[in-house]
């Protein structure tokens, strides 16, 4: 499944579709943090992060809002409070 969606993430990016090759990710992130996969979950995370600085300012606000759900379920506490200061 994250073989797959690794490629789906890429061709979306390649394509120029980046907030598509964002959510695809986000969608990952997801999955890795259910079942528990911390520390490839942390750097898919990183990840979009690095890429959401494209994007428009409600869609920066909407993925960092994500991101610091996603840390916050997985534990990581002062991740969580620094992408919640930058929303």
């Given amino acids: 499944f994250t073989l797959r969606m690794r490629d ?3 061709n979306y990016q390649r394509g120029g ?3 598509l090759a964002t959510e695809a990710r ?4 997801r999955y890795l943090v259910m079942t528990r996969k911390r520390r490839e979950a942390n750097e ?3 990840e979009i992060y690095d890429l959401v600085h494209e994007q428009s300012l409600a869609t920066k606000v909407s993925v960092i809002g994500a991101l610091a759900e996603l840390y916050g379920e997985l534990g990581f506490r002062r ?3 620094y992408y919640m200061r930058e929303m």
Wanted: charged share 10%; net charge positive.
């Fill in 8 to 10: 789906i993430q890429m």
């Fill in 17 to 19: 579709a980046v907030a």
């Fill in 26 to 29: 986000l969608k990952l992130a």
């Fill in 44 to 46: 898919l995370l990183n």
């Fill in 79 to 81: 991740k969580y409070a």
